[in-house]
Nanobody
Framework: QVQLVESGGGLVQPGGSLRLSCAAS????????MGWFRQAPGKQRELVAR???????NYADSVKGRFTISRDNAKNTVYLQMNSLKPEDTAVYYC???????????WGQGTQVTVSS
């Protein structure tokens, strides 16, 4: 059974930082492309950052230079370091794992990030 468990969300002031973690189980982690998505109230879910099995990364324009995605294959974990947070970053953040064979997407349950003073 595939499980993606996010952690690290919370309330932070504008300009602050948070690091999200996503621990994967039930999959052979290293071949999977991993991503972070977010969904704000009333908006569609959007890609925030993605990292391939080879370590190549891509980011939404809105987070470039502020967010960094990384992975630790030994720990079956993907991270999202978020700096210089803005109120518009407020959303539920979801971890995603894309199967290298079928392209099937697995999702975590989400973690709330709220940026507010």
């Amino acid at each position: 059974q595939v499980q993606l468990v996010e952690s690290g969300g919370g309330l932070v002031q504008p300009g602050g930082s948070l690091r999200l973690s996503c621990a994967a189980s039930g999959i052979r982690f290293s071949p999977y492309a991993m991503g972070w998505f977010r969904q704000a109230p009333g908006k569609q879910r959007e890609l925030v950052a993605r990292i391939t099995r080879g370590g190549n990364t891509n980011y939404a324009d809105s987070v470039k230079g502020r967010f960094t995605i990384s992975r630790d294959n030994a720990k079956n974990t993907v991270y999202l370091q978020m700096n210089s947070l803005k109120p518009e970053d407020t959303a539920v953040y979801y971890c995603n794992a894309e199967s290298p064979v079928s392209g099937y997407d697995y999702w975590g349950q989400g973690t709330q990030v709220t940026v507010s003073s």
